[in-house]
């Protein structure tokens, strides 16, 4: 696959695709936080060990960024609601 067609994305541009192709809305530092608590897959290139941590632009292939939106556990996930199955409209009570 050629860069062009699998780019190195930084930080701001993953979280854009997020929001743009997957309709998820995080903010930087959120992805940031995911990364570091392996919620969110590690960076495709790291960039340079050397520098200080604050200083890094580690970069996400968009293939690495589309599988982990792909395979993410949603909020829904997280407050045990079922997955709608596609197709199908989840209607809403007065208790919901």
């Known amino acids: 696959m050629s860069e062009q067609a699998d780019p190195l994305l ?4 993953v979280v854009e695709r997020l929001a743009r ?5 995080i903010g ?3 992805w940031t936080k995911y990364v570091s608590g392996g919620q969110a897959p590690p960076a495709d290139d790291p960039d340079d060990e050397d ?18 939106a792909k395979n ?9 609601v079922p997955k709608v199955q596609a197709g199908q409209s989840r209607t809403r009570t007065p208790t919901d």
């Open 21 to 25: 192709l997957h309709d998820i809305r």
């Open 51 to 68: 520098r200080p941590v604050n200083r890094r632009r580690p970069r996400w292939l968009a293939s690495t960024v589309d599988r982990y």
């Open 28 to 30: 930087s530092s959120t």
């Open 10 to 13: 930084t930080v701001a541009q």
């Open 72 to 80: 993410r556990r949603g909020l829904a996930w997280a407050k045990g």
